[in-house]
DNA sequence: GTTAACCGTGCAAGAACGTGCAACTTCGTG
DNA sequence: CACGAAGTTGCACGTTCTTGCACGGTTAAC
């Protein structure tokens, strides 16, 4: 085992945990704590996390320099995307919404997980390309100037061409009476055509989806495989939701 | 064992496993960890792999040529960038290759004229969005990592959709014999098939190409209908050039 | 306050490294 | 064909880096 390769390893389990235990990793690795402990000091002073007794933790948000602070998502949308990454299987393809939570997810994308990602959206596209090593596919069409994603006829007409595994859908509104709605009439037509073409389709319900409603309806709460929503949301209304679909936190 | 037939090896495993480890090639292929190194430190020294104790690993993402972000356009790139603004008319259709002059021209667009501009990167297609009020139409397909633009079989069916009116035609050198190229085989093939469609093509020629050869032949000089050079350029070559394609200064 | 887990440091063994060198092959030239 | 130049390969050497262990101090938990 390259030690670099122990690094990157210990990068992607604080991704996708959110906290590195040294002892646990150690014997995932078969390597002696004291070497996972030297990687955690390095990383530490290269500034990528914080040391914590028995293993290590990301850096606060509210320590990390500004130009990175400006485009973080809120710490809901991070758990969520966190929960939501964790669907992912090896080898598989799937398809990321337009949306802050889904911009969250291709910062914890794994590496090396041979992974193809589609997208309408130009800003996930570049993002899934900087932060991973997955293919990434972009679907043609009109921006939308509501949404900056491709949509419309031809964007339509490339979607009938895909399929995927997961569908991570983002919506404006979850509400467990009138559904899954967005602000913009073009954009739930390509989502729905999208989730057609998918195998499962997972809804991303950070804090202030829950309970909200739009005014162009996209699916109802039955037509989709899950709802992911924040670990440490205590929203009654998901009680209400977890009776029409099934809800993953 | 041919030291390049070593090397087409060493790439293979690393996109195979993701990772080299030189002590076990060196047993695979019955040679010295010596020439392994060797092959390995010629190929970091390449920016193929990044060499890391014991072995090597690929590039991180991070790091790749995201030429598009990280520079800045110069003067001569913005003088070329509203030359090439002032041929497009109003109400028409255009496509605006990736890159930085392209980039530049998305920030003098005119307001209010009807434009319609087709894009295959993201990049520029955001760039558009935010700066004018034209339609904008990306065009599909896999993002190339080299340039992070769509192209691949995806892009050339969509191309095949499209017409628009002027093509602004990036390249990496313009060359009075060697033509117009570029640094990816498959991007220079979208750009052959995006210059079918339309009707003008003009090549943006910034200070540091004119002169210079990649190594992929994209288009012939006298296919174009013009090539839009710096009114400050006094290289000796757009003499030669003049020779073969019309001059916009 | 006691205990067990965790930490940092120093250290020694081993692995990997770069460099210089000699033997060998390949290639171009006379 | 002969010859020399240039390149490649493996080996030897000293150097650097990594690793696991031992030890004593520190921290958290009970």
Redesign the pocket.
């Given at each position: 085992?390259l030690?670099a390769q122990?690094k990157d390893h210990l990068r992607q389990i604080l991704r996708r945990d959110g906290r590195v235990v040294?002892?646990d990793v150690a014997a995932d690795l078969g390597?002696?704590?004291?070497?996972i402990?030297?990687d955690l000091?390095e990383l530490a002073d290269a500034g990528e996390l914080v040391?914590v007794?028995?293993?290590a933790l990301p850096i606060p948000p509210a320590d990390r320099p500004v130009d990175q602070r400006a485009s973080l998502a809120t710490e809901s949308k991070e758990r969520v995307a966190r929960r939501a990454v964790g669907l992912i299987p090896l080898n598989s393809t799937i398809v990321l919404d337009a949306g802050t939570t889904t911009l969250a997810m291709t910062r914890v994308l794994p590496h090396g997980a041979d992974l193809t990602v589609i997208t309408p959206s130009p800003t996930i596209a570049l993002a899934v390309a900087e932060h991973s090593d997955a293919r990434v596919v972009i679907i043609g069409g009109e921006l939308s100037r509501f949404s900056m994603v491709a949509s419309g006829p031809l964007a339509m007409e490339a979607v009938q061409h895909l399929a995927a595994d997961l569908f991570f859908l983002g919506v404006t509104g979850i509400d467990p009476v009138h559904g899954l709605t967005t602000g913009n009439l073009d954009d739930a037509a390509t989502k729905r055509a999208i989730a057609a073409r998918c195998t499962q389709t997972y809804v991303l319900g950070s804090e202030e989806k829950i309970g909200a409603t739009s005014r162009c309806p996209v699916l109802d709460l039955d037509a989709v495989s899950g709802l992911v929503v924040d670990p440490h949301d205590t929203s009654p209304v998901i009680g209400a939701l977890a009776e029409r679909v099934s809800v993953l936190r």
């Open positions: 085992m030690s122990r040294a002892k390597v002696s704590e004291d070497s402990r030297r000091r040391r007794y028995g293993g």
